[in-house]
């Protein structure tokens, strides 16, 4: 028998499948769309840590011809995957490269950050490596996100949340935490939520 929700596909799991998503995930960002508005036809989206794409294609279904993401992963995206208003760079979040194709591609409306460490298991040295990935998310956002823009990036809970908080309220209207119900019981991530960039 399976252990626990990560051994066996759970509802949102297949809830994803049948509706099309490479990944659960996708119910995350639905969920924060709803509570947030976050998305608009029109928007230009930068989308970090995109692969396998659930979130990148509910944003291009939500855009329409309209909009455009910009999607950027270590990993490929799920081939079926794609649209004309769609731009991948598959590389590290770090690089300087990556981050000058994102920036020729911006200024967004929208930054997204679902990027996770690959992890150890050492909950100490996950969430130090999550806490790092939010700094550089935070950076994405200082720099391409327009004025009035809003920002969504994941954190392993004990991941200095407080810490980015009070740094992203110096920088938009409203900063919080949000913890999805689409987030396994037994997961330690949440998400900040930034918007009306000042
Ligand atoms: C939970 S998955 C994202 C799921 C995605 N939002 C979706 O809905 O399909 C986390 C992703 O973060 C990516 N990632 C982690 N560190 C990264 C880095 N330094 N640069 C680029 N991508 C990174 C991983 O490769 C992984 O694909």
Known sequence: ??????????????????????????????????????????????????????WTT????KLGEAGQVTAIDLSPLSTDVKGNNLSFFQGDLYAPAIRAQALKLGPYD??????APATTGNRTVDTARSSGLVELAIFYAEQMLKTGGNFV?????GGGEQEHLKKMRTM?????GFKPEACRTESFETYLVGLKKK
């Open 110 to 115: 929208l930054v997204i950050c679902d990027a």
């Open 58 to 61: 509910f944003v291009l279904r």
């Open 1 to 54: 028998m399976p252990s626990s929700t990560y051994d066996k596909p759970d509802y949102w799991s297949k809830k994803a499948f049948s509706e099309g998503y490479p990944a659960r995930s996708v119910y995350k960002l639905q969920e924060m769309d709803d509570k947030f508005a976050l998305i608009k036809p029109h928007f230009r989206v930068l989308d970090l840590g995109a692969a396998p794409g659930s």
């Open 153 to 157: 990036v994941k954190v392993f809970q």
């Open 172 to 176: 938009f209207t409203t900063a919080r």
